[in-house]
């Protein structure tokens, strides 16, 4: 007897100093909650550094002050697609282009810098030039020959918003009054692939173009963005001295059944600006006619609101049904947010690999951000029930309850209207 009491009492004493099973699971949740605000605040940082990237590449081709802007703008209208000359009748005219400009360099005027000095060395200049300092300019003042440019825009296709490239099928028509100059036509922000002479008089000229371009796009109102393709046509060869370029905005407009997959459009716009390049030499003022063609496109907004909006709030939501979890089922409630968690990480990943890196928040981000913001606030809820005493958790769970669910929907809202 005396041995088997001593036995009990031992028992008795190491079952004393044992933590019970409730306290173990409590510490383990509480471990647990502790790692799934941890992984949050990780992904929040990561993503972060991954947002705050500079994409260098949205700088436009020969950034330079525009001056004396002439708009046009015009609707979208419709114009019959000529059909393209026969692959022998392009290649005769194509022939009788290259001889005509061949008779027309012979017999041009030399060019103004030929007729520019530099009697102490140097860049030369012009002694008489009354308007700019450059050897390119015309030495004595006159009337710029003005031509009148014209697109009829074919189609768009290969729009790549995360390069910003495009490739456009257009015609371009260019009229004046006077004859016209040869001209060294360059797309600063592109190249021709293909070019088809249709007509070269002395007045008037018409070409069938394909070509490759690019237009930085602008991400800040993603998915419901709008985007600037634009096709940019200058001759640097003559400033506004010799030809001053002006938009036709009735030769401006797209062809019949003009479309644009995945988008839709918003407006047409030509202008003809005169802009100069940063001084490559001393007394470089002369400035440059360019022409500017603009299309305005935007996403479909039901399309863009499926893809982005309603993810991101099936995220929220569910999360937010761990809420009404009791505090007696604290397992299930401390689990609710790891897989919302891993769902939203995994789906902000998708959604950045379709857009490239900017120096800005795009809407879509701020959705993002509210969506952890408001799975953090589900997280510190049930870490805060580990904190209070055992009979102040149902005070907290009913705070929890309406308190959390009220602000994350206000996150929310600021997140898709800010």
């Excluded at 036709?248 to 839709?264: I, S, V």
């Excluded at 929220?316 to 947010?337: D, Q, Y």
């Excluded at 809820?381 to 769970?397: D, P, R």
């Amino acid at each position: 007897m005396g041995l088997f009491a001593i036995f009990s009492g031992s028992i008795e004493e190491s079952t004393r100093h044992m933590p019970d099973t409730k306290t173990r699971k409590r510490r383990a949740l509480r471990r647990f909650v502790i790692i799934q605000l941890v992984s949050l605040f990780v992904v929040l940082l990561v993503g972060f550094g991954v947002l705050h990237k500079w994409d260098g590449g949205e700088s436009e081709a020969f950034a330079a002050p525009p001056k004396a802007t002439h708009a046009a703008p015009t609707p979208a209208a419709d114009a019959a697609v000529a059909e393209p000359a026969a692959e022998p009748a392009a290649k005769d005219a194509g022939a009788h282009a290259d001889k005509a400009d061949k008779e027309g360099d012979a017999e041009a005027p030399p060019d103004p810098i030929d007729l520019a000095i530099a009697p102490d060395g140097g860049v030369p200049f012009h002694p008489n030039g009354a308007n700019y300092r450059s050897p390119f300019a015309t030495p004595t003042p006159g009337n710029p020959i003005r031509i009148k440019v014209g697109m009829l825009l074919n189609s768009i296709d290969e729009y790549d918003v995360k390069t910003g490239t495009f490739t456009a099928d257009f015609f371009l028509s260019l009229t004046s009054q006077a004859p016209m100059p040869a001209l060294n036509l360059q797309f600063p922000n592109g190249k021709v692939d293909n070019k088809e002479v249709i007509a070269e008089k002395p007045t008037f000229r018409l070409y069938r173009m394909t070509g490759s371009f690019k237009s930085p796009p602008n991400l800040r109102k993603y998915p419901f963005d709008s985007q600037d393709l634009k096709i940019i046509i200058e001759d640097d060869a003559r400033g506004i001295d010799q030809i001053r370029f002006t938009a036709d905005k009735e030769r401006t407009q797209l062809a019949r059944g003009f479309r644009t997959l995945g988008w839709q459009v918003d407006y047409v716009e030509a202008r003809a600006i005169s802009q100069a390049y940063p001084d490559r030499f001393e007394g470089d003022d002369l400035y440059y006619g360019r022409y500017v063609f603009t299309l305005g496109i935007e996403r479909f907004a039901t399309s863009a609101a499926f893809k982005v909006f309603v993810p991101a709030f099936v995220i929220v939501i569910i999360s937010l049904l761990g809420m009404w979890v009791p505090p007696e089922e604290m397992e299930v409630r401390s689990n609710a947010g790891a897989p919302m968690l891993a769902g939203a990480v995994l789906f902000h990943f998708a959604l950045m690999q379709e857009l490239p890196a900017t120096s800005y928040l795009t809407r879509a981000d701020k959705v993002m951000l509210g969506v952890y913001l408001s799975l953090a606030l589900g997280m510190i809820s049930t870490w805060w029930m580990f904190l209070v005493k055992e009979h102040n958790m149902g005070v907290v769970f009913k705070i929890a309850r309406i308190g959390v669910p009220v602000v994350s929907m206000v996150i929310m809202a600021l997140a898709c209207l800010v």
